[in-house]
């Protein structure tokens, strides 16, 4: 048998011990690649074992945020009367959580907003988040509103994690519902930052005035 065979037979089999034309030579050729396919199997398997907590927060998060759509269908009625006009500030405190790639934590936030027009508030957002992130954030906003429940979020700010400051830009859509004055907003929002991107997922409760 060749060098090719003797090779080949590790290969095939995973043997420590194989006989060759030269008598018995030990070898852990086949049985280290055969724990590397393991392994390999194993990881695409698994995934990364860093994302998974991030991803399992995000599921939950987002499971969350549509029964609470669902909820607030069943349960919250458009008030017709309300006039943004005699009550044009609106203000809202998120319960929500922050996805990063790899980390996810609990966060809060305040939502201030003046009604410029009918399509237009302007406004500012404050969050917190906590635990492994530990972030605050403050953003320019501009409420953009294409129906009376239906609204885009968009406006820059800054990110301040581990003493530093890093630029932040968001994009995000919520759902209001509104009655007598007071709001119930499913919302989710996607921060660019020049350090690390994030989901933030979340309802929000909230008053006109």
């Not at 290969?11 to 852990?28: F, S």
């Not at 199997?41 to 991803?55: K, L, N, V, W, Y």
């Not at 994009?171 to 996607?190: A, C, K, M, N, W």
Request: charge should be negative.
């Amino acid at each position: 048998m060749g060098l090719h065979g003797v090779l080949g037979r590790l290969a095939a089999v995973g043997y420590g011990r194989v006989d060759t034309e030269w008598g018995w030579m030990d070898c852990e050729f086949g049985d280290e690649l055969l724990s590397s396919r393991s392994q390999i199997a194993m990881d695409s398997e698994q995934g990364d074992p860093m994302r998974r907590p991030a991803m399992e927060y995000l599921k939950l998060t987002t499971t969350a945020w549509l029964a609470c759509l669902m909820l607030a269908s069943a349960c919250v009625s458009v008030d017709p009367e309300h006039d943004w006009r005699e009550e044009p500030h609106h203000f809202s405190m998120l319960f929500s959580g922050t996805i990063e790639e790899e980390e996810s934590a609990p966060s809060i936030g305040l939502d201030y907003e003046y009604r410029a027009s009918r399509f237009l508030g302007l406004g500012a957002v404050v969050e917190e988040a906590f635990e492994d992130i530990d972030a605050t954030t403050v953003i320019g906003v501009a409420d953009l509103h294409l129906t009376n429940q239906f609204i885009v979020q968009t406006g820059p700010g800054v990110e301040f994690v581990d003493d530093e400051e890093e630029f932040v830009y968001r994009l995000g859509v919520l759902y209001e519902f509104e009655r007598d004055g007071y709001t119930l907003s499913p919302q989710i929002h996607h921060d660019w930052t020049s350090g690390e991107d994030a989901f933030v997922v979340g309802i929000a409760l909230g008053f006109c005035f």
